[in-house]
């Protein structure tokens, strides 16, 4: 890719039905792309495709579980025939409960990982070789602070996105000769609706802990979709050609303190 280079790609981002990856997938529409929704939220997911399909651009959406290798082998099949292999896959589907350590069964372990690690991993298998084909192509896995800050309050969700950095640098090592490139981008706090609603559900006024939170942070507030969509389009784009295996932080400086 020369320059920015994200037109006519076609660009798959799980999790895109709201919060960051429908920040993400509207931020590469913007920019030319051909846009793969991938989500288990199907009511959202359509509408967000239909909109962008209003505005003129080539949008689908394929509901898929990215926790089930059978769904993520339907969702690349479904792609490749009606928008071509992915150039571009943006493993951002996630679940953020808490729980420490004695408060996390084997269960809620369980389903973490299967979303947050073993998604991104399944996801990776099944495009990865349509970007061989190509001659190469880019992967944005969507981490978070925590991989190295830690939360004892959120155990296994810090432990599930410290192996997504691991992941990151085993397949950028692996996949380089091919010309595939893959990176992690690390938002910090983000008032996406899934957080919002986290919150809200334990009582919590989020608006009045957002405003709190900014106060606190160097650059004055938290982030938006559109912060880490940014950072996204970056390591997609041909301004990166040269960047892999590495891990951008988009957090306002949170974790300086
Ligand atoms: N919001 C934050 O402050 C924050 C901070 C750091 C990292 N992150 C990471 O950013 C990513 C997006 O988070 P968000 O805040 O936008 O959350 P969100 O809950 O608003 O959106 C997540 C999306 O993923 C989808 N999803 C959940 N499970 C799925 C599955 N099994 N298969 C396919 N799709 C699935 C949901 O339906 C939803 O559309 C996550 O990986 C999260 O861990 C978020």
Partial sequence: MNGIGVAGKTVLVTGGAQGIGRAIAERFAAYGARIAIADVNEEAGAALARTLAEAGRE????????????????????????LG????????????????LMGTDEAFWERIMGINLKGAYLMCQAFVPGMIERGGGSIVNIGSTHARSGDPAAMAYA????????????????LAKHGIRVNCVQPGWVASEGETSRLRATGTDPDKLFAEASARLPMGRIQTGEDIADGVLFMASGLSSQVTGQVLTVDGGLSLR
């Fill in 59 to 82: 949008a689908l959406f394929v509901r898929c579980d990215v926790s089930r290798l059978d769904e993520v082998r339907g969702l690349a099949s479904e792609v490749r025939a009606k």
């Fill in 85 to 100: 292999p992915a150039d571009v896959l943006v493993n951002n589907a996630g679940i953020f409960p808490r729980a420490d």
């Fill in 159 to 174: 432990v599930s996105k410290g192996a997504v950095v691991t992941l990151t640098r085993n397949l950028a090592k692996g």
